[in-house]
């Protein structure tokens, strides 16, 4: 099977969607197929669309939304059918990168796309639909209805996101299919290292972890919360911070460690969170608004349960009683804090949480097992696609 990996930004830079075009690339290499790289396609725009964007930037009370206007990303398909046409390809292969480059490619071109939410989810979960002006909300439908609608088959990372794209679209569930992301990790531990942490954690002070560039939205707020509340229960909790430096007065900075930017991308910065993760009993993971999560493959990677909020993608990452926990909204500090400690309370209890969040990462949130699934789904989807052209033929 020989696909066209078409995407907007660069496919081979580790920091692109967080590491996901590259290793996504690697998955499906790994599991059988031939991948050759359309990449960096030129954002070509309109003088007269930048002009308009301009002018809702200084002047619009509501943004507009330039990557999803028609003008560019029928540009985007032009230049993507004529690769194909000239390579020989099975299929077109595109992660969900802005713009969706793939969103107008012609319906005649089999075209699979994966994705952490629909365009129209992912706005109205992160800003919300009242946040962009008229002309993009058309656009933005527009765009959805018909890449979701000719997409040979869409992968979505979440059960939450398959749901939204059939309730907001009616698209059949046989044309969608949910393959969690993998962890990002160069060089994952080996289950004979998380088993030494495991064991070697304490149960008398707790190392929880956060990790994120946005502290409101990732719900720091609610973390620091959590540690205060444990203090108070008398629990000795220390929150260490990844990703962002917060601004705390000083009784709060008494009950964090802040590590700030950590480049995943360079030996030193994988290093530095290896360590930190190896000693951590739990990743809080307080969300607001949240399409997957990658940062809880990852922790899964190193043993560490997650305390997740139950929004959006997360759900289908955190299963209760099994690798972690779930908190719904809205938050109660009180309520978390009694959870953390009667886990802690129960002998054992914590211990076969963290082994079920490796076994987790090497089951299913790992990019080797996401690159065999998409595959297979694939190979499934083109054999019924000739199929049907072949039957046609015959009638």
């Known amino acids: 099977m020989n696909l066209l990996y078409a995407c907007a930004d660069s496919a081979t830079d580790p920091l692109v969607w967080s590491g996901i075009v590259l290793n996504c690339r690697r998955a499906l290499e790994s599991a059988g197929a031939e991948v050759e790289i359309m990449d960096n396609i030129p954002f070509e725009c309109p003088v007269h669309l930048r002009l308009l964007h301009q002018l809702h930037k200084r002047f619009g009370r509501k943004s507009h939304i330039l990557q999803i206007e028609p003008a560019i990303l029928h540009r985007a398909a032009r230049r993507i059918a004529a690769r194909f046409t000239q390579g020989g390809y099975d299929a077109v292969f595109s992660p969900g990168t802005t713009p969706p480059v793939y969103a107008l490619v012609p319906a005649s071109i089999p075209v699979f796309a994966y994705l952490d939410a629909s365009k129209v989810s992912w706005i109205r979960t992160y800003f919300g639909l009242n946040t962009i002006c008229e002309r993009s909300r058309r656009h933005v439908e527009a765009v959805d209805r018909a890449s979701l609608g000719h997409n040979a088959m869409t992968f979505f990372a979440s059960h939450w996101a398959v749901a939204e794209a059939a309730r907001d679209y009616g698209i059949p569930m046989d044309r969608m299919a949910v ?16 088993e030494g942490w495991i064991g070697a954690r ?12 946005e502290w409101e939205r990732k719900g720091g707020p609610e973390a620091l919360d959590l540690v205060r509340e444990l203090r108070v229960r008398g629990v000795a909790a220390t929150l260490d911070v990844v990703g962002c430096n917060p601004v705390l007065n000083d009784a709060d ?13 360079r030996p030193e910065g994988r290093e530095k969170v290896r360590q930190l993760l190896a000693r951590a009993h739990v990743l809080l993971f307080f969300s607001h608004a949240e399409a997957f999560g990658i940062a809880v493959c990852e922790a899964a ?11 959006g993608g997360i759900p289908t990452i955190v299963r209760p009683g099994i690798n972690g926990w779930l908190m719904p909204a809205p938050f109660s500090a009180a309520e978390g804090a009694a959870t953390l400690q009667a886990s802690f309370a129960r002998d054992g209890e914590y211990q ?5 969040a490796r076994d ?3 089951t299913r949130l790992n990019w080797p097992a996401a690159g065999a699934t998409l595959v297979q789904h694939i190979e499934r989807a083109l054999a019924r696609r000739s199929s049907k052209r072949d039957h046609i033929g015959f009638t």
């Open 179 to 194: 393959v969690p992301f993998g962890a990002n990790l160069v060089d994952p531990p080996t289950r004979a290292e998380v």
């Open 301 to 311: 990677a190193f043993g560490v349960p997650a305390f997740a909020a139950d929004v």
């Open 202 to 213: 304490p149960r008398d002070a707790l190392r929880l972890f956060f990790l994120g560039k």
């Open 253 to 265: 900075r008494a009950l964090v460690e802040l590590h700030g930017f950590i480049d995943h991308s």
């Open 352 to 356: 076969r949480l963290a082994r079920g």
């Open 360 to 362: 987790d990462f090497e």
